[in-house]
């Protein structure tokens, strides 16, 4: 089994910036392939962004691009999402995944997943 803690998430008001860790434990984070969730009151859980295992690959949603940066430690068993530009509609519980596949943009494809952690963005 592999473990995924969440970190990071807050309060922020729109234009702001957070930056999400994501500590994993129990299997070799290099192994998997990582990615990141949200889901906001009411709607579905939504994909943002996965990194391939080497970290040489990403792929993020297109409300991410420019404004979300997915990157990966190995060594120290981390993955980050650095968020700038932050709009109040991405007001969400964000979600750090493990899976197998890449790119991974469903829900399905991802083994682990983490408790999640709340991003508020205030207007």
């Known amino acids: 089994q592999m473990q995924l803690v969440e970190s990071g998430g807050g309060f922020v008001q729109a234009g702001g910036s957070l930056r999400l860790s994501c500590a994993a434990s129990g299997r070799t984070l290099s192994s998997y392939n990582m990615g990141w969730f949200r889901q906001a009151p009411g709607k579905e859980r939504e994909f943002v962004s996965t990194i391939k295992w080497s970290g040489t690959l990403t792929h993020y949603a297109e409300f991410a691009k420019g404004r979300f940066t997915i990157s990966r430690d190995n060594a120290n068993n981390t993955v980050y999402l650095q968020m700038n530009s932050l709009k109040p509609e991405d007001t969400a519980v964000y979600y750090c995944?493990?899976?197998?596949?890449?790119?991974?943009?469903?829900?399905?494809?991802?083994?682990?997943w983490g408790q999640g952690t709340q991003v508020t963005v205030s207007s």
């Open positions: 995944v493990a899976g197998s596949f890449f790119p991974a943009v469903t829900p399905r494809q991802y083994q682990y």
